[in-house]
């Protein structure tokens, strides 16, 4: 058998796994010792202090004086220092965009929040987002290494365009990747916003989990859905996998702007509860509100025992959940998480969600399901948006020794 010598090009991404695997390990562990690095990463202790000297000479990485180990020996411990490595993540949505400055580590430094009106136009939506990215950008400490972008779909990943905004017209094709690269000169990449509020529960939520099927609903003005094994978002051939809102549950319904009938979107979302809440008023229905509330508007006239408020929300968050029992007999997932403006309307959601759900899958699926509420404040996309650049920039850490 013939012995294969390794090449510099070998060596050099066994080093690139290497220094990956331990950023990674530090951004779980929070501060530990070199031992429990090497304990967990399976490398050798000489391997494991070379790899923390070097992030220690960039700055990525620093002592916090001394700890305890196993057998309550004392180390000196380490942690990540991530305030001098941040990336840029931007959440366009349909009704407003955020730009935003996070660290490696997933904390937040400095959040832009800008109404999208019905009249603008998406040129001019862009060149303030640009603006903003870029004046953010001036007055940020650290070195910025990357963008992420976490936009509405469908979005065709694999021509880094999206390719329907429903309710917005103009809003295809729109070469997000390109156009912010060229103004700023650094890496940048651009998720569909389910998916995006995937990668922060994985990387930065309070429940994360090391292994299993997860899946994140978006579920605002449309309906998405991000599918996680392991990590690993599941994309599908163009990168439209989990377009949940444009899957048809009636062959008959009414047309989508899509071009399908009877998509859940039409019937699950907050625009589908918004809808039939004005049909309600045309047709004489006791409310006390008005064409085309918020959702929050709703959710307080719910609150007060408003009949058109509550018969519209249960009848949306019924259709919500039979919508996700189709995914649950698809895809099995260990956790369901629910994000987005539909949040807002508290446990109700998740009782006539889980309600539904037994209803329509198997007990043995639905018994072992945990659905819960994401576990941020923020907009998970937004915060998904920041995880999407820090995901891409430690799959080759080396630019950031370079730096």
Known sequence: MTNIKPTAKNLEDVREMNLSMVIKLLQKMKVCSRAEIAKASGLRQSTITNIINELIECGLVEETGNIEGCKGRRSIGITLKGENFK???????????????????????????????????VEEV?????????????HTSGTILAIGIAVPGPVILSEERIALVTGKVGWKNIRFRERFQQRFGIPVYIEHDANAGALAEWWFGHN????????????????????????????????VAGEIGHMSINCNGPRCQCGNRGCLELYASVSAMVKRINDGID???ITSLRRDSTVHQIARAMEMGDPLAVQAFDETAEF??????QMINLYNPDVIVIGDEFTIMGERLLEIIRETIRKYTLSELSDKLEIRFTSFERD????????????KVLKKPTAILEK
């Open 320 to 325: 919500l959940g039979f919508g996700l029992s």
């Open 87 to 121: 990336v840029l993540a931007i959440r366009l949505s349909r009704k407003c965009f955020m730009v935003g400055c996070f660290d490696i580590n997933g904390k937040e430094y400095d959040i832009t929040i800008r109404a999208v009106n019905q009249d603008q136009s």
């Open 283 to 285: 047709q004489g229905g």
């Open 126 to 138: 862009m060149v303030e987002m640009e603006n903003i990215a870029s004046d953010i950008m001036k």
């Open 380 to 391: 998970p996309a937004l915060i998904g948006a920041a995880a999407l650049a820090v995901e």
């Open 208 to 239: 994360r989990m090391e292994r299993g099927t997860h899946m994140y609903v978006a579920a605002g003005q449309g309906i998405g859905a991000g599918i996680t094994l392991d990590g690993k978002v599941m994309h599908g051939s163009m990168g």
